[in-house]
């Protein structure tokens, strides 16, 4: 696979797939900048080389063609200050006024092109549309970690119609810090797996279990487990069709000799609210009437203590309702003790998604060694399936 660092881009036009799905508020302003700062990066280093720059991303879900709050135009004036130049903009990704522009680019230009997802043909993955992209550069660059795991036309198949097709630093980086812990972790290795459901991490679970040394279970998926040990779970979130599942999966950590840790107690709620009356049971006894919404005092020193003394740790989701400030303690302690963990010479992968959002929120991103920019991608590498994004790339 070529990286941007072994390809010289001088007087080449560069057609980058980015991922700009960045969070707006009511006045069009960017509220959060981290994806956009991820790309810079890959961006510069092309533009020192002396080449142009054609940006393509999508951002949000529009379902019927353009819509203003799904236009990239508002990120041209974020744009044009972090690379101090005017950034070119095209109401259309594959307009005729979008070609004669990315053709007419100079060495050290950037051209943002228009939301790809104002065509359903791109979520299609449609070869038409994928060659009318193409049109636009010399080189693609594909630097978008966050839908490598789609095989989009922007993401996958417009790389079929380029001769050169590179790795951004971003997606490099994404790599080599999922393999740190996937292909020779140094031990013991931990694995904290939170969330709401058992289903949406069965095969990252499954596949932990052959790679890991303790494997924590918290969040709404703990009480699927709970149920599986005998226990009553009162109004929490529960999969009753993964009861079994999880019985299987408790067996299988037995018999791997890998440590599997479930919460000892929870913090339980009469309803599903900030303000709602609370307190702490044991896990596996919660009342009628009453809902587990966050990980107990005692489930936290247990858990914080297997972190600390990890020197790999991945981690995938919350261990509560933390969009609750009565019920994320649970989720706040877990980072600190991850932070810890690295502040020791650990090495500290936060999944992406929920997790992300809490370490970022929590201002512990540059604690911990790797924050990743793409949950689902991530989630899937994992798991062992192939990203359609990275798979483009390989020559």
Same mark, same amino acid.
């Given at each position: 696979?070529?990286?941007?660092?072994?390809? !010289?881009?001088?007087?080449?036009?560069?057609?980058?797939?980015?991922?700009?799905?960045?969070?707006?508020?009511?006045?069009?302003?960017?509220?959060?900048?981290?994806?956009?700062?991820?790309?810079?990066? @890959?961006?510069?280093?092309?533009?020192?080389?002396?080449?142009?720059?054609? *940006?393509?991303?999508?951002?949000?879900?529009?379902?019927?063609?353009?819509?203003?709050? &799904? &236009?990239?135009?508002?990120?041209?004036?974020?744009?044009?200050?972090?690379?101090?130049?005017?950034?070119?903009?095209?109401?259309?990704?594959?307009?005729?006024?979008?070609?004669?522009?990315?053709?007419?680019?100079?060495?050290?230009?950037?051209?943002?092109?228009?939301?790809?997802?104002?065509?359903?043909?791109? @979520?299609?993955?449609?070869?038409?549309?994928?060659?009318? $992209?193409?049109?636009?550069?010399?080189?693609?660059?594909? !630097?978008?970690?966050?839908?490598?795991?789609?095989?989009?036309?922007?993401?996958?198949?417009?790389?079929?119609?380029?001769?050169?097709?590179?790795?951004?630093?971003?997606?490099?980086?994404?790599?080599?810090?999922?393999?740190?812990? $996937?292909?020779?972790?140094?031990?013991?290795?931990?694995?904290?797996?939170?969330?709401?459901?058992?289903?949406?991490?069965?095969?990252?679970?499954?596949?932990?279990?052959?790679?890991?040394?303790? *494997?924590?279970?918290?969040?709404?998926?703990?009480?699927?487990?709970?149920?599986?040990?005998?226990?009553?779970?009162?109004?929490?979130?529960?999969?009753?069709?993964?009861?079994?599942?999880?019985?299987? $999966?408790?067996?299988?950590?037995?018999?791997?000799?890998?440590?599997?840790?479930?919460?000892?107690?929870?913090?339980?709620?009469?309803?599903?609210?900030?303000?709602?009356?609370?307190?702490?049971?044991?896990?596996?006894?919660?009342?009628?009437?009453?809902?587990?919404?966050?990980?107990?005092?005692?489930?936290?020193?247990?858990?914080?203590?297997?972190?600390?003394?990890?020197?790999?740790?991945?981690?995938?989701?919350?261990?509560?309702?933390?969009?609750?400030?009565?019920?994320?303690?649970?989720?706040?302690?877990?980072?600190?003790?991850?932070?810890?963990?690295?502040?020791?010479?650990?090495?500290?992968?936060?999944?992406?998604?929920?997790?992300?959002?809490?370490?970022?929120?929590?201002?512990?991103?540059?604690?911990?060694?790797?924050?990743?920019?793409?949950?689902?991608?991530? *989630?899937?590498?994992?798991?062992?399936?192939?990203?359609?994004?990275?798979?483009?790339?390989?020559?």
């Amino acid at each position: 696979m070529k990286t941007v660092d072994t390809y !010289d881009f001088s007087g080449k036009r560069a057609l980058i797939r980015v991922d700009f799905n960045v969070p707006l508020n009511d006045t069009f302003e960017i509220t959060d900048e981290t994806r956009i700062k991820a790309a810079v990066p @890959t961006i510069t280093k092309i533009l020192n080389d002396g080449g142009s720059v054609i *940006l393509m991303s999508h951002l949000g879900r529009p379902k019927e063609g353009p819509e203003e709050k &799904s &236009s990239l135009k508002h990120l041209v004036k974020n744009l044009s200050e972090k690379f101090n130049r005017n950034v070119k903009f095209a109401d259309d990704c594959i307009g005729e006024e979008a070609f004669r522009i990315s053709k007419d680019l100079k060495p050290g230009d950037i051209l943002l092109l228009e939301n790809l997802r104002f065509y359903p043909e791109e @979520t299609k993955g449609d070869r038409e549309f994928s060659e009318k $992209l193409s049109r636009h550069g010399d080189v693609y660059v594909n !630097d978008a970690f966050g839908t490598a795991h789609r095989a989009h036309a922007s993401t996958a198949i417009v790389a079929d119609f380029f001769k050169d097709k590179i790795c951004g630093y971003l997606i490099q980086a994404e790599l080599v810090n999922a393999d740190k812990v $996937l292909k020779n972790p140094d031990r013991p290795f931990t694995a904290i797996m939170g969330g709401a459901k058992v289903s949406d991490k069965i095969l990252l679970i499954e596949e932990m279990l052959e790679k890991v040394d303790n *494997l924590i279970i918290g969040g709404g998926m703990s009480y699927t487990f709970a149920v599986a040990q005998g226990g009553s779970v009162g109004n929490s979130l529960l999969e009753a069709d993964k009861v079994e599942l999880c019985r299987d $999966l408790l067996k299988k950590a037995a018999d791997k000799g890998v440590k599997l840790l479930l919460p000892a107690d929870t913090v339980i709620a009469d309803d599903f609210n900030n303000d709602a009356n609370r307190k702490v049971v044991e896990a596996g006894a919660i009342p009628e009437g009453w809902m587990g919404l966050d990980i107990g005092p005692e489930t936290i020193k247990e858990f914080s203590e297997v972190i600390e003394h990890s020197k790999s740790i991945l981690w995938n989701g919350p261990m509560g309702v933390f969009e609750f400030s009565n019920f994320a303690n649970g989720t706040i302690q877990i980072a600190e003790a991850v932070v810890r963990a690295t502040e020791k010479g650990g090495f500290s992968l936060i999944g992406g998604g929920d997790s992300a959002s809490a370490i970022n929120n929590l201002g512990y991103g540059d604690k911990v060694s790797h924050v990743a920019t793409g949950g689902g991608a991530l *989630l899937e590498y994992m798991e062992g399936k192939t990203l359609p994004g990275v798979a483009a790339l390989q020559v």
